[in-house]
């Protein structure tokens, strides 16, 4: 398995602003993700994250608006952008270790108010 | 495409009563399965997981799933529960999507175990 952090942990923001999340592992990783869970609902998968290349985002999801960087093995982060009251949401990075099997951090819990 | 299903959105149970939360999946191709622990306020923990061999998968927390490739499910079941085991649980595939794998999740099932 792999230890991951993210920073912050919560935040309260207000509309139209943004905030940047960290994921941080604890070992080398080719492969991050990013994930979006709605209230009650859902993981919803944002982006892939591969080092030394752009990310892929998935359909409904643009870089304007969940700009993400990678500038290493360990370590990546997500902008959530021009926030609005709809992008309240736990956002998760997750990594595969082991083949074919994703761990997940402890996740961003944010209020856009 | 795949999809997942959890049938279940909720189920309640009372402590040291089995439980089985019901997952089922559509692919048509090879799949790996995933089970994920989510307690209230942390993030996702994995479970157990199918990737191949043995059809019956156990956690070390007495949860068990079984891969039933014909009936296209992953069900996964505890003999006796305990109120620690209160927790949002969600299936999940993945499947091969080009060079890589696209893991989907299911809508999830809250598992309550009552006193």
């Known amino acids: 398995s792999a230890v991951i952090s993210q920073k912050p942990s919560r935040d309260i923001c207000q509309r139209g602003t943004s905030l940047t999340i960290q994921c941080q592992v604890d070992?080398?990783?080719?492969?991050m993700f990013w994930y979006r869970q709605q209230p009650g609902q859902s993981l919803t998968l944002i982006a892939t994250?591969?080092?030394?290349?752009?990310?892929?985002?998935e359909s409904g999801f643009v870089i304007d608006k969940f700009p993400i960087s990678r500038p290493n093995l360990t370590f990546s982060t997500l902008t959530v952008s021009n926030m609005s009251p709809e992008d309240s949401s736990i956002y998760l990075c997750?990594?595969?270790?082991?083949?074919?099997?994703?761990?997940f951090g402890p996740g961003t819990r944010l209020l856009v108010l | 495409a795949q999809s997942v299903t959890q049938l279940d959105s909720q189920v309640p149970v009372f402590e040291e009563a089995p439980v089985e939360l019901r997952c089922n999946y559509s692919s048509s191709v090879s799949v790996y399965l995933f089970w994920y622990v989510q307690y209230p306020n942390q993030g996702l923990q994995l479970l157990l997981k199918y990737l191949s061999g043995s059809t019956l998968v156990e956690s070390i927390n007495g949860f068990e799933a079984e891969f039933n490739k014909s009936q296209t499910s992953f069900h996964l079941r505890k003999p006796s529960v305990h109120i620690s085991d209160t927790a949002e649980y969600f299936c999940?595939?993945?499947?091969?999507?080009?060079?890589?794998?696209?893991?989907?999740f299911g809508s999830g099932t809250q598992l309550t175990v009552l006193p």
């Open positions: 070992s080398q990783v080719t492969m």
């Open positions: 999940a595939v993945s499947e091969p999507l080009g060079s890589a794998r696209q893991l989907t």
């Open positions: 994250a591969n080092q030394g290349s752009e990310a892929t985002y």
């Open positions: 997750s990594v595969e270790v082991q083949v074919e099997t994703q761990y």
